[in-house]
């Protein structure tokens, strides 16, 4: 039965740019619904009937993730979609004829909190970070420094009512430096509220424009908090609307390809025997590659042990079922160690500053020469904040910012009651995650069409791309009425401006503990009993489940910390 794909809204409940849904409807009948708002929209998408109605969505009918975005049904949608092309490609293989995707939506919920969501050896939380098989990667971050923790938050510039998201990055003193706050000052400020109370006092002294330009100058992340329809004004906005959100295109400058056949397998599950490269800091870019290693792939990370990364990734789902290898880019051995994993990949994803690895020589247009040099295409994605074209294409980002950008803070603190304006940082890195699986979504597609059609594919996902899907008219919003039953249901903590998103996650999961069992539900969790990490190692399980378990979604082995592995090629197929 076919689903409608409009939805009647009202506008401007929640600001300039907001469409509030008429009436509620119950979770999977909305996920239903998206999925074929969702696939309509996709160039290339299937539009067969059997794998459109194949998708089996089931769980509560109340969200779990608070406030009016609808955050766990578009993930949801997107985990949906991931499942239909992998049934595609393993019609492609001869596989199965099955065309049925179960996607729990409690699950789907609790995707976001995946780097959180860990136990090890009966311990959770914040003490997991503190053990001493988890390497720590970011010594700033656990010096216990207020002013670097509050290098990330919401301020009100010199302009009341306009507000800004600073991020601290990777590296919150140099920013703090642009503000007037030296390390020297760190010593006399002994709270958090200290710390944002100085560092609101400078970022006060500033307009709007005026703080974006000194962070856009220095090469810095940060974002002016916009209304979605303010965003939407913006160049930077236009351009990035001009792109559907599973964005890829066949390179059709290339030389003509055959199409890529996939190798015999004992391993039934899609995407067995494809070889993925993935160079990837933070979230985003690891939940693609842990979702492509759960369809089968080979999946070989590349870190350098000299550059600073997410360290709660380490023992989470996120790195589950990889290969991690530690190359220096600057060191010309390692740099042909990596060309020679691209000789061999089918994949290349990468998440850093979009042009980096151009600059190295290893952007997408080396990437297509070597392909067609062997003869065989390849996929090439970019992952990152702003997306694939406009001024700031290659701007440093974060799943804080995108949420600042695209107006999904702004949101957040309409439904908290603040004056307009000023932002709230939504309940978990939602944005993080899943353009994560939007990510593999988007290299799914492309290798299914370079098996049917041959050829090279290049790929983009961003951040703020997926912020701006979740808040598009024909999505809508949460009614307050809506939104008010979530927080009766769970009694989340408050939260604002200030808030950091590490306690936010912890928050959120305390709410769900006593609330409900979404935490102790083993259903949605796989363990480990090999781990580095410890000798019982419970993560997240991958959301995706089909009617045959030979193909289903799986990690054979566990999350292991970064850089891990010695370096070593694809496994002969």
Request: charge should be neutral; glycine fraction near 8%.
């Amino acid at each position: 039965m076919a689903i409608k794909t409009t939805t009647n809204a009202t506008p401007e409940s929640y600001g300039p740019g907001t469409h509030v849904e008429e009436s509620f409807s119950p979770l999977p009948e909305e996920c239903r619904r998206l999925l074929r708002l969702f696939a309509a929209r996709t160039p290339g998408f299937t539009k067969d009937e059997a794998l459109l109605n194949g998708v089996q969505f089931h769980g509560d009918d109340l969200p779990c993730i608070p406030g009016p975005i609808k955050s766990q049904a578009v993930t949801a949608v997107l985990h949906a979609m991931v499942g239909i092309v992998g049934l595609e490609i393993l019609h492609l293989r001869g596989t199965t004829n099955s065309t049925i995707t179960h996607v729990d939506t409690n699950h789907a919920g609790l995707y976001p909190a995946t780097p959180a969501l860990v136990h090890v050896d009966g311990q959770t939380g914040p003490a997991i970070i503190k053990l001493p098989t988890v390497p720590q990667w970011d010594k700033d971050r656990q010096s216990n420094s207020s002013l670097v923790y509050r290098a990330t938050a919401i301020y009100e510039t010199a302009e009341k009512g306009v507000w800004y998201q600073l991020h601290g990055s990777l590296d919150s003193w140099k920013m703090l430096a642009l503000l007037g706050i030296s390390r020297s000052l760190d010593s006399g400020i002994n709270t958090d509220d200290a710390a944002y109370d100085l560092i609101q006092q400078r970022v006060r002294t500033y307009r709007a424009l005026e703080i974006e330009q000194l962070m856009l100058q220095n090469g810095l992340s940060g974002n002016i908090v916009h209304s979605p329809q303010d965003w939407l004004n913006t160049e930077m906005g236009k351009s990035l609307a001009r792109h559907p959100l599973i964005n890829y295109s066949h390179q059709l400058a290339c030389p003509a390809l055959p199409p890529a056949t996939f190798t015999t397998a004992t391993d039934k599950r899609p995407l067995a025997g494809v070889k993925v490269v993935e160079l990837t800091r933070i979230i985003a870019g690891a939940a693609a590659g842990a979702a492509l290693a759960s369809m089968g792939a080979e999946v070989i990370r590349v870190n350098s042990s000299k550059l600073k990364d997410y360290t709660p990734a380490q023992p989470s789902s996120l790195m589950a079922g990889k290969t991690t290898i530690d190359l220096n880019l600057d060191e010309p051995d390692h740099h042909a160690k990596l060309i020679a994993l691209f000789e061999q990949a089918d994949v290349i994803l990468q998440g850093y500053r979009l042009g980096s690895f151009k600059r190295r020589g290893f952007g997408l247009d080396a990437a297509l020469e070597m392909a067609n040099k062997r003869g065989k295409g390849i996929v090439y994605v970019d992952e990152n904040c702003y997306g694939p074209d406009g001024y700031y294409a290659e701007r440093p980002g974060w799943q804080q910012v995108a949420d600042a950008a695209a107006g999904s803070s702004y949101i957040m603190g309409q439904a908290f009651g603040c004056p307009p304006g000023q932002g709230v940082l939504p309940s978990l890195p939602i944005s993080d995650m899943s353009t994560g699986i939007l990510t593999a979504l988007t290299i799914m597609c492309a290798i299914r069409d370079r098996a049917r059609c041959g050829g090279s594919y290049h790929g983009h996902a961003a951040l703020t791309g997926y912020n701006m899907a979740t808040l598009d008219p024909e999505v809508g919003l949460y009614q307050r009425d809506t939104v008010q039953k979530i927080q009766d249901k769970y009694q989340f903590a408050p939260w604002s401006s200030d808030i950091h998103v590490a306690p936010l996650y912890y928050q959120i999961l305390e709410a769900w503990g006593q609330k409900s069992d979404l935490i102790k539900n083993e259903k949605y969790y796989v363990h480990f009993s090999d781990s580095v990490f410890g000798n019982d190692l419970r993560v997240l399980a991958p959301i995706i489940r089909y009617h045959e378990e030979k193909i289903t979604p799986k990690w054979t082995s566990p999350p292991v910390p970064f850089c891990h592995h010695k370096y070593r090629s694809f496994s002969a197929q």
